[in-house]
């Protein structure tokens, strides 16, 4: 278990140099080599061969993540090709891989934590956000949560004074939620420990009492409250700053400047999608199993994915702001350079 209560610097170093030598060997390396997206199954009928050959090629980073699964949607539901495109999805083995590979031209769009694409911003890298996909909820319970052991006397955030908290990741988004949690309870995050752990990892630390308090995210959050001798204390993301984006769709500026229509098509078909999961709740939780592999009955227990593709330009500036305010970036970015047009629309 690594206790790390100041490395954000060395956070935003591993960011900007996984990035640039990605970059770099983007210039002399083949494309990774890429999944065909899952045939639609419902369509009017098969593409003509004119279609197909006028379609305009889009290559999608992707993990097998609940949150994507409106990618998925998109796809088996033909939205993709209504609007246009031949989506190719390109697997990655985890979200560090994602940016580096807009950046170096691998892919097209991707997934990120917000958070992640705006340090890159600071540190010379073009992203733009394309799509919202995902917020944290506006009140009350969310897939985001800090839990404790019911016996550990700890009743609210203000008695985190002193103790161990499990992050995923000193110095990204949810780390920044729970500083500020913290902060408006009293405390400042000097006063804590804060703990590096994988989210897998979190439930078992904090059961054999390696850590205080841990701050986990779902399928886990699940599983925790199901515990019987586990309890929430506080949904830090909710509290921090309300139906603050978590999940959102990027790609680079030089890419952007001459494929708009691609990301506008992208944008359009993804819509569509999550339309289609927020009239068809059954059918979202059976499409969620399909693309990540989890059982239906786990999925089922899951808290819902709150896709919301809805801008709120506010939002995104009191998050430029805190993570300013907290160095995590260094520049006094405005909302507006780091929205994309087609975010809008």
Known sequence: MTLRTGNIGKYLGFVAAALAALAMAGCD????????????????????????????????????IAALSNLYAADRLGYFQQEGLKATFSPMGGGAELLPAVSAGKIDITLSIPSNAIQARDKGFDFQMVMQNEVAAQQGSDS?????????????????????????????????????????????????????????????????????????????????????GLKVISYAAVEALPGQPVGTFWASGKWLENNREAAEK????????????????????????????????????????????????????????????????????????????????
């Open 266 to 345: 992208f944008v359009r078909a993804m819509h569509k999608a999550n339309e289609y999961l927020a009239q068809n709740p059954d059918e979202a939780r059976k499409m969620i199993a399909e693309f990540t592999g989890l059982k239906l009955e786990v999925v089922e227990k899951m808290g819902p994915i709150l896709w919301n593709s809805k801008v709120d330009m506010a939002t995104w500036q009191r998050l430029l702001d805190l993570m300013k305010e907290y160095k995590l970036i260094d520049a006094d970015m405005k909302a507006q350079e780091v929205v994309y047009p087609t975010a809008m629309q």
């Open 29 to 64: 390396k083949q494309p990774q080599e890429t999944a065909s997206a899952t045939q639609p199954a419902a369509q009017s009928g098969e593409q003509s061969s004119a279609q197909a050959e006028s379609a305009i090629a889009l290559n999608i980073g992707t993990l097998k």
């Open 144 to 228: 985001q949560a800090v839990f404790v052991n019911k016996d550990s006397g700890i009743e609210s955030v203000k008695d985190l004074k002193g103790k161990r908290i499990a992050v995923n990741f000193i110095g990204n988004q949810m780390w920044l939620s729970m500083v500020e949690v913290l902060k408006e309870n009293g405390i400042d995050k000097n006063e804590v420990s804060f703990i590096e752990l994988p989210f897998p990892n979190m439930q078992d630390a904090l059961a054999n009492k390696q850590v205080d308090a841990v701050f986990n995210v779902e399928p886990f959050t699940s599983r925790m409250k199901a515990a019987a």
